[in-house]
C-alpha cells in the first residue's frame, strides 16, 4: 500500500500502475496477481502486440484484467500514456538471445535506450516507482561460484548487453522520490496465458508431451537459476512499492531463490520423474554451454522476505502439464512453431507486416488505447 499515499490527491484517485510488455508470456499472470493482489488499482497495459495473438489455453482475453489497454512501441510511446501513472512495471522487450542475435540494433534501442528514455518520462510525470525487467545472463559465463550483486558481470550477448546498459542508465534517475529497482530475473518457468516453449524448463516439459524424449543440447552439467513466472509476479508486485529507504534509490537485485539454481540435467530428470514413459538423453560430446551460472538471491531474501518465491519445481512441472493438456498440445515440430518467439517475429516479417527494425510496417501504426 505504499504508493500514492503521500499526494492528497491520491486520497481520491485510485493507484495506477502501467505494464508494459503486458501481451507476451510473463506480462499476463504479473496482471492477474496485480490484479488479485489490489483490488483497488487501475491497471493500464502497453503493448505492440508481436505476440497477442499466441493464446495458450485461456477462454479470457487476459487483456480484459486491465483498465486500459494501449497499443504503441515503447521507443515512442503514445501521448498520455504515462499520465497519472504512479509505477510501471517495464515488461516490454526483446526477450531472449535468439531474437537479440537477429535483430541486434532493434534489440538495442528497444531493451537499452527505450527503456532508459520510459524511465526518463515516468519520472517526469509523476511516477514513484519504476520496476526493470532485467536478467541474469549479465554474469554470463560464472561457474566458479555464486553471483552476488556485487559480482563481476560479462554479458555475452546483444540481449544481456541491452540489459546491462540499461541498467546503468535507468539507475542515474532514481531519487527519493523516484525508486528504480531493475530485478535480475532467473530464466522463467510455468503456465501462461501465453505460453512460450523457448525456456529451457518449458521446453522439457513440451519434449516430454509431444515425444516422450528430453534431449539435453549439452552435457547436461551448466548451471541455470530458474523461477516461476508466478514468482516474478510476486518480486514485481514488491518492487511497484519500494521506496528508497529499503534497499536505496537504485536497486538492482536478483530475483530469484538459492534453491531454484539447477543443473540442467536435473531439470530434465525431475521432468522425467512426473511425465511418465520419458527418457533423457544426454550430448555426452556436446561443446560445454557457455551460459552456466550460479546465483546468489539473498539480497532479495533480505529485501523483501515476504515476496519471496514460493512454487516449488515439481509444481512448476505439474501445471506446465495441464496448461499443455487444456491446449491438446502435441506438436512435435514445436520448436517451430507459434510458441517460440523468434518463429512468430520471423512469421511477421515473412508477410511484410514487421520490418527489420521490428517495426509494424504501416506507417499509420495504430496507436489506440482499448
Ligand atoms: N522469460 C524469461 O526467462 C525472462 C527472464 C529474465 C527477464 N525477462 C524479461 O522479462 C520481460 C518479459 O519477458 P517475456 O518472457 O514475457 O517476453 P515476451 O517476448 O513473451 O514478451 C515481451 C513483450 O514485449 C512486447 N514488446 C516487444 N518490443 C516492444 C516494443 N518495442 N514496444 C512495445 N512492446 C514491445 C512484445 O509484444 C511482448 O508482448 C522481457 O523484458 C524479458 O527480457 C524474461
Not at 484517485?13 to 507476451?24: D, S
Not at 510501471?88 to 531474437?99: E, K
Not at 525508486?179 to 521446453?203: E, I, K, P, W
Request: proline fraction near 5%; include cysteine; charged fraction near 25%.
Amino acid at each position: 500500500m505504499g504508493l500514492g499515499q503521500s499526494r492528497l490527491e491520491d486520497l481520491v484517485a485510485a493507484v495506477r500502475i502501467l505494464v508494459t510488455g503486458n501481451m507476451g508470456y510473463v506480462g499476463p499472470v504479473v496482471v492477474e496477481h496485480l490484479r488479485a493482489a489490489r483490488p483497488d488499482a487501475e491497471l493500464y497495459g502497453l503493448d505492440t502486440g508481436f505476440f497477442a495473438q499466441c493464446l495458450t489455453g485461456t477462454d479470457l482475453l487476459p487483456e480484459r484484467r486491465l483498465d486500459c489497454q494501449w497499443f504503441g512501441d515503447v521507443r515512442h510511446p503514445p501521448a498520455g500514456a504515462l499520465d497519472g501513472v504512479d509505477g510501471v512495471a517495464h515488461l516490454a522487450g526483446i526477450s531472449n538471445d535468439p531474437i537479440g542475435n537477429t535483430y541486434e540494433t532493434p534489440t538495442l534501442e528497444i531493451n537499452h535506450r527505450a527503456t532508459v528514455e520510459l524511465a526518463r518520462a515516468a519520472k517526469a510525470a509523476g511516477a514513484r516507482s519504476f520496476v526493470f525487467a532485467s536478467s541474469c545472463s549479465i554474469y554470463g559465463l560464472a561457474e566458479d561460484g555464486l553471483r552476488t550483486e556485487d559480482s563481476e558481470t560479462a554479458p555475452l550477448t546483444a540481449y544481456a548487453k541491452s540489459k546491462l546498459l540499461a541498467e546503468r542508465d535507468v539507475a542515474e534517475l532514481a531519487d527519493e522520490r523516484f525508486a528504480v529497482t531493475s530485478l535480475r530475473f532467473a530464466t522463467a518457468c510455468g503456465m501462461s496465458d501465453r505460453l512460450r516453449l523457448d525456456l529451457v524448463l518449458n521446453d522439457f516439459v513440451a519434449g516430454a508431451h509431444a515425444f516422450r524424449e528430453i534431449t539435453i543440447l549439452s552435457d547436461g552439467t551448466p548451471w541455470r537459476p530458474l523461477i516461476h513466472v508466478r514468482d516474478m509476479a510476486r518480486a514485481i508486485d514488491w518492487a511497484l512499492d519500494r521506496t528508497a529507504d529499503n534497499g536505496g534509490a537504485y536497486l538492482a537485485v536478483n530475483a530469484g531463490s538459492d534453491e531454484w539454481n539447477y543443473q540442467i540435467r536435473q531439470l530434465a530428470d525431475a521432468v522425467a520423474a512426473i511425465v511418465p514413459d520419458v527418457n533423457v538423453s544426454v550430448r555426452e560430446d556436446a561443446a560445454p554451454d557457455s551460459r552456466s551460472y550460479k546465483v546468489s538471491f539473498a539480497r532479495f531474501r533480505e529485501l523483501a522476505p515476504d515476496h519471496q518465491p514460493q512454487v516449488g519445481l515439481p509444481e512448476a512441472i505439474e501445471d506446465l502439464s495441464a496448461g499443455l493438456g487444456r491446449m491438446g498440445f502435441h506438436d512435435p515440430d514445436f520448436r517451430n512453431s507459434e510458441l517460440v518467439r523468434l518463429r512468430v517475429l520471423e512469421n511477421l516479417r515473412a508477410e511484410g507486416l514487421v520490418n527489420e527494425a521490428l517495426e509494424w510496417s504501416r506507417a499509420d501504426e495504430p496507436v489506440a488505447r482499448v
